[in-house]
């Protein structure tokens, strides 16, 4: 489990919401992700109970191309080459 105070500067550092929708669309997983984070940092009356589930039903609707059957290897696996691609998309 991930501590208050660093779920906070990871959301912090994600700052997903700033992210053009082209790239959002490239980097789902990550999307899905940054969007948990967020939401776990809200405040408890405001949290969902799943942010997760939530999270990944947001962004869903937000960008198609994200499975609904991943398992976590397969999640794992989709957000370290999303983060590779757009590294190098970056440094290109």
Same mark, same amino acid.
């Given at each position: 489990?991930?501590?208050? @105070?660093? =779920?906070?500067?990871?959301?912090?550092? $994600?700052?997903?919401?700033?992210?053009?929708?082209? =790239?959002?669309?490239?980097?789902?997983?990550l999307f899905?992700?940054?969007?948990? $984070?967020?939401?776990?940092? $809200?405040?408890?009356?405001?949290?969902?109970?799943?942010?997760?589930?939530?999270?990944a039903s947001? #962004? =869903?609707?937000?960008?198609?191309?994200?499975?609904?059957?991943?398992?976590?290897?397969?999640?794992?696996?989709?957000?370290?080459?999303?983060?590779?691609? @757009? #590294? $190098?998309?970056?440094?290109?």
């Open positions: 489990m991930i501590k208050e @105070d660093d =779920r906070e500067l990871i959301a912090s550092l $994600l700052e997903i919401r700033s992210f053009s929708q082209q =790239r959002l669309i490239d980097i789902p997983h899905i992700i940054g969007t948990t $984070l967020e939401l776990a940092t $809200l405040p408890e009356t405001a949290k969902p109970e799943k942010p997760g589930q939530i999270a947001l #962004c =869903r609707n937000q960008i198609h191309p994200i499975s609904r059957t991943s398992d976590t290897r397969e999640f794992i696996t989709a957000v370290v080459e999303e983060t590779a691609n @757009d #590294c $190098l998309r970056i440094i290109q």
